[in-house]
Nanobody
Framework: QLQLVESGGGLVQPGGSLRLSCAAS????????IGWFRQAPGKEREGVSCISSSGGSTNYADSVKGRFTISRDNAKNTVYLQMNSLKPEDTAVYYCAAVTSRLWEAMCLMYSHVYNNWGQGTQVTVSS
């Protein structure tokens, strides 16, 4: 059974940092493009970042550019989202998602309908 598990969320003060992890079990992430999404209460789910299966291409939402960094470690079967300079508006449940196709070797998209494997989410709260 394919499973994605997010971890690393928590409560942090504005300006602080967190590193989210997306670990796979039951399959290898090699060959999968990974997206990070978030959903705040009362808001639509939005794309935050994504990384191609090769790791050579990444995308970021304008709201997180320069603050968040996505990376992957295929040896550890894990994708990370390093979040720096966190703001209260970053508060949300963060989800990782995966999709495999040769299409995603050199590119990725931050549209949720593209992805067909989802984790359960991890809460990130930015508050003083």
């Amino acid at each position: 059974q394919l499973q994605l598990v997010e971890s690393g969320g928590g409560l942090v003060q504005p300006g602080g940092s967190l590193r989210l992890s997306c670990a796979a079990s039951g399959f290898t992430l090699r060959g999968y493009a990974i997206g990070w999404f978030r959903q705040a209460p009362g808001k639509e789910r939005e794309g935050v970042s994504c990384i191609s299966s090769s790791g050579g291409s990444t995308n970021y939402a304008d709201s997180v550019k320069g603050r968040f960094t996505i990376s992957r470690d295929n040896a550890k079967n894990t994708v990370y989202l390093q979040m720096n300079s966190l703001k209260p508006e970053d508060t949300a449940v963060y989800y990782c998602a995966a999709v495999t196709s040769r299409l995603w070797e050199a590119m990725c998209l931050m549209y949720s309908h593209v992805y067909n494997n989802w984790g359960q989410g991890t809460q990130v709260t930015v508050s003083s």
